[in-house]
């Protein structure tokens, strides 16, 4: 990830968004769809994407893009699908190395990557006491506006980047929460909850805080509902619930 701009640095002429969907802006403008040509295409830049700027074979590629055919039948169409990444990206991303194909972070910035960088950066600040984490952070989970690839969820190549990613945003969420929590700002710490339990149905810390928070806010009949959410999902994973939050100490 060396290289890669970070959402709250200044971006490069070339983007390529994956967070709640692909797609692809020169200079601040949306590539058409029409562009692509082709859907594998598209996909071969998806998976370039998702191997982070390593290289990959052709033969893999192939195996990925064109599951089951011959590599002898369809070497030709890699090499169609490469020369549309390029009209589409220009030559400067994609760089071919012999047998293998990768995509140059030094001269574009993926928002995955970027979204990576400052959530690390953030939480790093932030385990050691500093005062800088609240604005990368706050910048990292405005950023993450949906999973990686999101219309891709059956692609094995597309879910370790997408879990890391969504891992790596419950954990900035969730300190994000117990901060705006502690700091008064009950209904800011709701909806870091609520984006939290929206992809970790059973994280326990989200369920409590939201409980607490919407407590002290004064929505005494949504807290309790959403304590007995809390307690529903504890029981469904063999979990004991922990009490009502106005008896936590925390």
Same mark, same amino acid.
Do not use: C, F, S, W
């Given at each position: 990830?060396?290289?890669?701009?970070?959402?709250v640095g200044q971006p490069r002429v070339l983007l390529i968004r994956t967070l709640g969907g692909f797609r692809v802006l020169r200079g601040g403008? #949306?590539?058409p769809a029409t562009a692509w040509q082709s859907r594998k295409a598209r996909d071969l830049v998806k998976i370039l994407v998702a191997r982070r700027g390593r290289p990959v074979t052709r033969e893999t590629l192939i195996s990925l893009l064109w599951r089951g055919e011959p590599a002898d039948r369809v070497g030709n169409r890699l090499s169609v699908a490469l020369s549309t990444a390029r009209s589409v990206l220009g030559?400067? #991303?994609v760089v071919t190395e012999g047998d293998t194909v990768r995509l140059d972070l030094t001269v574009v910035t993926v928002d995955v990557l970027a979204f990576l960088v400052d959530a690390h950066r953030g939480l790093r600040a932030w385990r050691h006491r500093l005062t800088g984490a609240w604005p990368l952070l706050r910048a990292a989970e405005?950023?993450?506006?949906?999973d990686f690839l999101e219309e891709d969820p059956y692609e094995d190549w597309a879910t370790e980047l997408r879990e890391e990613a969504r891992l790596m945003?419950?954990?900035?969420a969730t300190v994000l929460a117990g901060h705006t929590s502690?700091?008064?700002e009950h209904i800011t710490a709701s909806r870091y909850c609520l984006r939290v339990l929206a992809r970790d149905e059973y994280h326990e810390p989200a369920h409590l805080v939201?409980?607490?928070a919407l407590a002290a806010a004064g929505s005494h009949g949504e807290a309790r509902r959403r304590y007995r959410t809390y307690v529903t999902r504890m029981t469904e994973i063999d979990i004991e619930p922990r009490p009502f939050p106005d008896t936590i100490t925390r």
């Open positions: 990830m060396d290289g890669v701009v970070g959402v403008e #949306p590539v030559h400067g #991303p405005t950023a993450y506006t949906g945003y419950v954990q900035v502690d700091q008064g939201l409980v607490r």
